[in-house]
């Protein structure tokens, strides 16, 4: 299965200020956003991500696609057709490949990318680039603990501003 990360990041790197807002990220952004998940028909969160978002009115949920929500929390009851918890990486990845997925859509937060990056399970890299500074808060790769190389496959202008960066990782 192909696994992707997904996510908007600042001009220094972070993915979400340290309360996990991400206010910063334009509506553009978030379509962009959408439109991956209506593609891959999943998105895969951790349960910080999934609080966050459902404070946020839903703005996650898009119609048919399947919600896995990785936790070491086995008490979460999520509710809702095509959501699911995971207590792992590859838990969640064997929840997708169940449900017929070839490619599984990592949607933060900076510790769910690095498990999936520490277990060498990331393939692929969108970054969408937004023109903030915001100084501190959560790192793309939070507490990663391996060093993995990317390529670049593609830039892609998503408005006068702002850049969706595209990378493969190299094995």
């Known amino acids: 299965m192909k696994v992707i990360v997904y996510m908007a990041v ?37 349960r910080r991500t999934y609080d966050q978002m459902t404070r946020n009115n839903d703005s996650y949920i898009v119609d048919g696609a399947i919600l896995v929500v990785v936790t070491h929390d086995k008490d979460l009851l999520i509710t809702g057709e095509n959501m699911f918890v995971a207590g792992s990486p590859e838990e969640a990845v064997k929840i997708l490949e169940d449900k017929g997925c070839a490619t599984a859509l990592i949607g933060g937060g900076g510790i769910v990318n690095a498990s999936f990056l520490d277990k060498g399970l990331v393939d692929e890299l969108y970054l969408d680039l937004e023109p903030v500074a915001i100084g501190k808060g959560i790192g793309l790769f939070e507490g990663a603990s391996v060093e993995t190389k990317f390529e670049l496959v593609e830039i892609k202008n998503l408005s006068k501003d702002e850049l969706q960066l595209h990378y493969r990782a190299i094995r």
């Open 10 to 46: 600042t001009l220094d790197g972070f993915i979400a200020k340290e309360d996990g807002g991400t206010d910063f990220a334009s509506p553009l952004e978030w379509e962009s956003y959408k439109n991956k998940i209506k593609e891959v028909g999943n998105v895969v969160m951790g």
